[in-house]
């Protein structure tokens, strides 16, 4: 199963492919931020570290949020809309 690991703290969890960052966060019992839950808001922006061929593509909604709050899609995703499709993810939480 996919593999994503939360920085700082090291926090790992194997989630299904198809999980949302969010969602696999929660699985690593990190206490994960977000707001709206459907991609509009920004809140769950984080950085990653590594792994980004294995997640999802961002969609256009994404790319305007992270346009919005100045973020480099090569670089951030929003972890509400973004899925884990196979491999190890890392990522760091926040702005
Ligand atoms: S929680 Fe609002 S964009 Fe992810």
Redesign the pocket.
Known sequence: MPKVTIMPGNHTAEVPAGTTL?DAGEEAHVDM?????????????AEILSGMENLEPPTDD?LN?LDQWNKDPEKYR????VKILKGEVTLTQGH
């Open positions: 969010l931020e977000a707001g709206c839950f459907n991609c509009s808001c920004g809140t769950c922006v994404e949020v929003l972890t509400c809309c």
